[in-house]
């Protein structure tokens, strides 16, 4: 991926299978959240392919990317800040709504029945997430913790079968930030999801991830198991600096 | 379908509602013109009110604006696209109803044996439809190439838009071209006005009550974030633009047939800006906010209108009374000058044309105080009236939980 003369992300090559969890580090600039951003279609890779359960995917649009199953959060939180936490959880599901504009124009047709699993649904997601109390609330006024959680719990709501999270614990506490990795484990065994995580405390990293990729200018310096990746001398280097 | 029968139902009270309204408003329209000017005074004032054609004209324009307010509000409010070309889409709309009724009207008029009253309850149909269509054409035409991009760039090309087709309008020589467009069947009355009205209402209310609604709306909130739970932004904004293209379309035909004429320049940049700041004041995403800025706006135009000009002197005292004795505007430096400003220049006036010479120059003052208010207003509450709220039966309920739930203090 290259941005005029700046190289972003090169030689990037993932491989995921189902159900693991794989974390992507590195330092700032390296072009972790670019790589995000290039497998949910926000960016076209300059060269290059990404391949989704059998859909080359660098060449569509977001919203398709999303449709397939892949379901993001965001570094600095993007929520619809002025709908309720429900409305943000039912926004989620407005592709699969099941009946026409011109249905819910009128409120006719599929639209009562419809909208009832709809909520239903949304209900029981955010109160598995113990949101269903501030669920009239509009998102702006949640928490910080709790907006982390209900990008999460709107990104789930898109049905996905590949999760990525752009620093779910950025800006919390130790505390919070130990609740959010068992959240994370929580997710993936409950919702039976593939998950990539761009990540920089490293007791989440090394504590869940099955593999860890490590970025470093744009290049991938290191590729293994939390244990092999501790003790890989390039990518101390790249942590602490080279040794004089 | 039991809803299909609830709706009919709701359509069909809605019908007998705003006919019998109209039927009121035609027999006390007759009473009060064939009653002496001298005798005016002895009429029930409800009949005084209702009966004089003025006052009826103000509720009609009103109930346009409403139209124009509410579609406005769908683009800009709800979907978060800033347009401003809306009186563009209305002279579409204007225009091609007018074309209908005046140059295929008459032929259908005869093929079918209509009355006149037949001909108005069969003609302003088709030409509503008419006008809606061509103007959810332009509409696509404009929004396609202006939606698919992220940003600002609709209101340039809807400013742009808005230019263009009053330059098409003035030269084309069949639709009066810079005469204006004249002669055009009285078609509109109340019964028309507030049915499409009470349309516009209920079909944009139930579009944000449901799932494509909440999408408009995630939209407005994140174009990204919406992207990324599956949502095709470009479709949906451009959905909404061309609805809010077809409502103004409506507006412009009902104008039309109800002034009578059609002229390019009722439909410039201003009118525009009229309907921003209607949205802008109710709060832009409100509905009932639109509806309320639109009905008060139309008829504090008017009042103003009529208040003498010693009044604006007395206003601008008021004022700065208010401004001095509010510890708010006081921290508000701009305001507050703006204030003193106005308030000097108005008692200054006074005592050097007089109170006589300001009357003659009320047209002018009636606009610096009209914006003035609008100046107020943005800086005490910038996010309108209502901010996003509504207005609701939900809503008085909430409140009077409020109050009864209150726990008493010992």
């Given at each position: 991926m290259r941005f005029g003369g700046l190289t972003a992300v090169e030689d990037f090559n993932l491989e995921l299978a189902p159900g693991e969890l794989v974390s992507i580090i590195g330092p700032n600039g390296a072009g972790k959240t670019t790589a995000f951003n290039m497998?949910?279609?926000?960016?076209?890779?300059?060269?290059?392919?990404?391949?989704?359960?059998?859909?080359?995917?660098?060449?569509l649009p977001p919203y398709r990317i999303a449709r397939l199953g892949v379901a993001r959060t965001f570094q600095n939180i993007r929520l619809f800040k002025d709908l309720s936490v429900l409305d943000n959880v039912r926004a989620a599901v407005s592709f699969r709504a099941g009946y026409g504009l011109a249905a819910g124009m009128l409120h006719v047709g599929k639209f009562a029945r419809r909208e009832t699993t709809i909520r239903a649904e949304a209900e029981q997601l955010l109160a598995i997430f113990a949101l269903g109390a501030?669920?009239?609330?509009?998102?702006?006024?949640l928490p910080y913790g709790d907006q982390r959680k209900l990008e999460i719990v709107r990104a789930l709501a898109t049905q996905p079968k590949l999760l990525l999270l752009d620093e779910p614990t950025s800006g919390m506490n130790p505390t919070e930030t130990v609740a959010t990795r068992d959240l994370i484990a929580q997710i993936r065994r409950d919702f039976d999801l593939t998950v990539l995580l761009i990540e920089h405390h490293m007791s989440v990293v090394m504590n869940i991830s099955d593999r860890i990729v490590v970025l470093d200018g744009g290049k991938t310096i290191a590729v293994g198991t939390p244990?092999?990746?501790?003790?890989?001398?390039?990518?101390?280097?790249?942590y602490l600096g080279e040794a004089a | 379908m039991p809803t299909l029968l609830r709706r009919a139902c709701l359509l069909l009270a809605t019908v007998a509602l705003l006919g019998a309204i109209n039927e009121g408003l035609t027999r006390v329209g007759v009473t009060y013109r064939n009653t002496d000017t001298e005798d005016l005074g002895k009429l029930p004032l409800?009949?005084?009110l209702a009966g004089n054609p003025y006052n009826v004209q103000i509720l009609i324009i009103a109930g346009v604006n409403i139209i124009l307010a509410v579609s406005l509000n769908l683009i800009n409010g709800i979907t978060g696209?800033?347009?401003i070309g809306h009186a563009g889409f209305m002279a579409i709309g204007g225009y091609a109803a007018a074309t209908l009724t005046k140059f295929i009207g008459p032929r259908l008029i005869e093929a079918l044996h209509l009355s006149p009253l037949g001909a108005a309850n069969v003609l302003l149909p088709l030409a509503l439809v008419l006008a809606a269509l061509a103007a959810a054409l332009a509409g696509l035409l404009v929004g396609v190439p202006s939606l698919r991009l992220k940003g600002d760039y609709l209101a340039i090309v809807?400013?742009?838009?808005?230019?263009?087709?009053?330059?098409?309008?003035?030269?084309?020589?069949q639709i009066g071209g810079a005469r204006g467009f004249p002669d055009i069947p009285l078609y509109t009355n109340f019964f028309w006005v507030y049915l499409m009205a009470v349309a516009t209402v209920a079909t944009v209310r139930n579009l944000m009550m449901s799932a494509h609604g909440r999408a408009l709306m995630a939209v407005r909130d994140d174009e990204v974030a919406a992207e990324a739970v599956g949502i095709n932004t470009t479709l949906y904004k451009v959905a909404a633009f061309v609805m809010g293209s077809a409502f103004a379309g409506m507006a412009g035909a009902l104008q039309g047939h109800f002034i009578q004429s059609l002229h390019p320049n009722s439909f410039s940049f201003l009118k525009s800006v009229e309907v921003l700041v209607m949205i802008v004041l109710g709060g832009l995403g409100s509905l009932t906010g639109s509806i309320f800025a639109a009905v008060s706006l139309t008829v504090l135009q008017e009042v103003l209108r009529?208040?003498?000009?010693?009044?604006?002197?007395a206003y601008g005292l008021v004022a700065l009374g208010a401004v001095t004795a509010y510890p708010r505007y006081t921290a508000r430096r701009p305001l507050f000058a703006i204030n003193v400003a106005l308030a000097v220049t108005l008692v200054w006036l006074l005592f050097h044309f007089g109170a006589g010479e300001l009357e003659a120059r009320k047209q002018y003052l009636r606009m610096i105080v009209y914006s003035f208010m609008l100046i107020?207003?943005?800086l005490q509450r910038p996010q309108g009236l209502l901010g996003r709220g509504e207005v609701s039966l939900d809503w008085f309920r909430r409140i009077a939980r409020r109050r009864g739930g209150k726990p008493v203090a010992a």
């Open positions: 497998l949910t279609g926000v960016y076209n890779p300059t060269t290059g392919a990404i391949d989704f359960a059998g859909t080359a995917t660098h060449r501030r669920q009239h609330e509009l998102a702006r006024n244990h092999e990746v501790r003790t890989n001398p390039r990518v101390i280097a790249a | 409800l009949v005084r696209q800033f347009s809807t400013l742009g838009f808005g230019e263009i087709i009053l330059v098409l309008i003035v030269n084309i020589e009529e208040l003498p000009g010693v009044m604006w002197c107020v207003l943005m």
